[in-house]
Nanobody
Framework: QVQLVESGGGLVQPGGSLRLSCESS????????MGWYRQIPGKQRELVAA???????RYANDMRGRLTISRDNVKKIVYLQMNNLQPEDTAVYYC??????????????WGRGTQVTVSS
């Protein structure tokens, strides 16, 4: 069973950077498109970045240029490099199969996510 575990979040000042990681503590996730989602308090979870196994990426418009998603298909890890973070990026970030941005990836059980807080 795939059990997604996200890590790398934390408290960062505006303009700072973080690198999030996601892997499975159980069975490895498949070769389908994977994505990073964010959930802002009081709002629905939304897909902000997606990557196919071949490396093709897609991003939500409002975060384009500040995110870089990548994956290691051997180690089965998905990364999200986040730059120039702003207070409005404060959210819990989750990874899962990519559903959205034109993809219909396999979804797995949600992990606990990793909290990103941007504040001075």
């Amino acid at each position: 069973q795939v059990q997604l575990v996200e890590s790398g979040g934390g408290l960062v000042q505006p303009g700072g950077s973080l690198r999030l990681s996601c892997e499975s503590s159980g069975s490895p996730f498949g070769d389908g498109p994977m994505g990073w989602y964010r959930q802002i308090p009081g709002k629905q979870r939304e897909l902000v970045a997606a990557v196919r196994s071949g490396g093709v990426t897609r991003y939500a418009n409002d975060m384009r240029g500040r995110l870089t998603i990548s994956r290691d298909n051997v180690k089965k890890i998905v990364y999200l490099q986040m730059n120039n973070l702003q207070p409005e990026d404060t959210a819990v970030y989750y990874c899962n199969g990519a559903r959205g941005l034109g993809y219909s990836g396999t979804m797995y059980s949600w992990g606990r996510g990793t909290q990103v807080t941007v504040s001075s």
